[in-house]
Structures are given as structure tokens and as C-alpha cells.
């Protein structure tokens, strides 16, 4: 199961998004959230939805490998569209549809509105949009070096407050990195146990917790035995953070990049707009 997330994982190609600069990336990737956060009716949700559909197309990257990256959050997807669904309430308009059902003492009335049900499908649309469209800018198409470089030349104005910019962009690209690492090493550790008889997929959801316990205590041992190895490899190659340190490529801007960043404005603009006109009327 784990074998499905696909987060922190780079998928090298030679699309247009991948020769993109990873400081365009960044704030191409900041400008779309904006977009997204932004949609407010049916016909800006329908571009959100196209726009995802684009930046596949253009990324090149299978339609398989970005659905596999949405199962894990299929969970947090229907617990969300139950939530609007039964607690959204509306005093326009009559219910689709009402019950009153006794629970001990108490009686409960859930009922189903239009406006619920188009909260449930708009917000996990949001949801899906928003880690296809980050996922692609980001760690499906940068390695997480040059996402490095990138992050710590954008902060590199906070240098003058000292704050450790180059230390805390090298944490964040060794979390992504290691993230494919420790799910394979899950995999590995759960087929370990499964072969020794642990059952992981039976019994009650506490029972399944239970039996993930076990897991858990050579995986931390593994990731720790991970970052010390990690920390003498540094220090042999004489690794002493951010401060007189070269670089083989250095970042530069092209054309493509500021045409690709007017791009992702003119799109936000274009959903500002539409929410302000919002000619169907029909919205959350």
C-alpha cells in the first residue's frame, strides 16, 4: 500500500515545467495556490480542473502516476465530502432529503442540502487540484538538489537577519528525499514480519493499529542508522553548511520561465474575475 505514495519523488524528463528554473517553479507553485484557495463557482472550479489536466499533459508525466499519488489521501477526501455534506445547512432552500433518526435519549435529524453536496464536491476538487498542481511544479519534476538551491537563493534576504537559510532548505530537501526511502523501508520491514505471520490487514481498526506497533521500532531504528550515516558522509566530505560554498549550476531565469510565470498570473487573474462575475450563479 505504501508503494502508492509518490510524494518527494522526481521523475526525471525533458518537458517544459522540468528546464524550468526551480525559483519560477517555487513561485509559480505559491501564485497557483493563491488560484486555488481563490475559486469560488462551478466555471472557476471547471479551470482549476483543466488546468491540472494541462499540467500533466505538459509535464508529460503518466495519468497513472499522479492518481496512485491521490490514494492516500482518498481517506481525508471522504471524511471531508461526509463532513459538508451532513453538516452544511441552508435556510433558502428545502432539503434533497431528511430523516430522523433516535439515538438513545436524543433524536438526530441529518439532512442533505444542494449547497452541501456542491461543498463536498468543490472543496475535494480543491484538494485534488492543489497537490496535482504543487506535485508537478515541485518535487515530480526538480530534484531535490536543485529544489535546494532554489529555496535558499528565494530566502537568501533573510540571510541578513541570520537566520540559517542554506541549513534550513537542506532539511527541508533531505525530508523530501528520504520520504520514498522510508516507505520502501516499510515495505521491506512489513513483508519481514508478514512472512513471520503478522497479519496487518485483519481485525478491528484498533487490532490493525496494534499490529503496526512492531513496525515501528526497527523503522525508527533504520531511519536513525540512516541519518548517522548520512551525517559521517557529510563530514568526510567536508561538508560545513552554506557559508563559502560553490556550486557546478548556477540558477539562471529564461525566457520560458517569465513567460511560464505570466502565465500562472494571468490565470489568477482570470479566477478573480470570474468570481466577480460569476455568471451561473451557482457557487459556495
Not at 505504501?2 to 505559491?30: C, E, N
Not at 461526509?82 to 438513545?104: D, G, H, K, M
Request: charged share 15%; hydrophobic share 55%.
Amino acid at each position: 500500500m505504501f508503494k502508492d505514495v509518490t510524494l518527494g519523488q522526481y521523475f526525471p524528463g525533458d518537458s517544459v515545467i522540468h528546464r524550468m528554473d526551480p525559483r519560477a517553479k517555487i513561485i509559480a507553485s505559491i501564485l497557483y495556490i493563491i488560484a486555488v484557495f481563490c475559486a469560488r463557482n462551478i466555471i472557476s472550479f471547471a479551470a482549476l480542473a483543466a488546468s491540472a489536466l494541462l499540467l500533466i499533459l505538459i509535464s508529460r508525466i503518466s495519468m497513472m502516476t499522479v492518481l496512485r499519488g491521490l490514494k492516500p489521501i482518498l481517506f481525508i477526501l471522504v471524511f471531508t465530502a461526509l463532513i459538508n455534506i451532513f453538516l452544511t445547512r441552508s435556510t433558502e432552500e428545502a432539503p434533497l432529503w431528511q430523516a430522523n433518526i433516535p439515538v438513545f435519549s436524543w433524536n438526530w435529524q441529518p439532512s442533505i442540502y444542494r449547497e452541501g453536496i456542491l461543498r463536498a464536491i468543490f472543496t475535494a476538487l480543491r484538494v485534488i487540484v492543489l497537490i496535482i498542481g504543487t506535485s508537478i511544479f515541485l518535487t515530480y519534476t526538480t530534484s531535490p538538489i536543485t529544489l535546494t538551491d532554489a529555496i535558499e537563493e528565494l530566502l537568501s534576504p533573510l540571510k541578513l537577519l541570520h537566520v540559517p537559510v542554506h541549513d534550513f532548505a537542506m532539511m527541508m530537501t533531505i525530508a523530501l528525499r528520504f520520504i520514498p526511502t522510508l516507505i520502501e523501508e516499510t515495505e521491506k520491514i512489513m513483508n519481514a514480519q508478514k512472512a513471520r505471520g503478522a497479519d496487518f490487514s485483519n481485525g478491528s481498526l484498533v487490532q490493525r493499529a496494534k499490529a503496526l506497533l512492531p513496525v515501528l521500532i526497527p523503522l525508527f531504528v533504520s531511519a536513525f542508522k540512516r541519518a548517522g550515516d548520512l551525517a559521517i558522509a557529510m563530514e568526510c566530505r567536508c561538508y560545513r553548511g552554506g557559508e563559502g560554498r560553490t556550486k557546478l549550476h548556477k540558477l539562471e531565469y529564461h525566457f520560458s520561465d517569465f513567460l511560464i510565470l505570466f502565465l500562472v498570473v494571468a490565470f489568477m487573474a482570470g479566477i478573480f474575475v470570474i468570481n466577480h462575475y460569476n455568471p451561473m450563479g451557482i457557487g459556495i
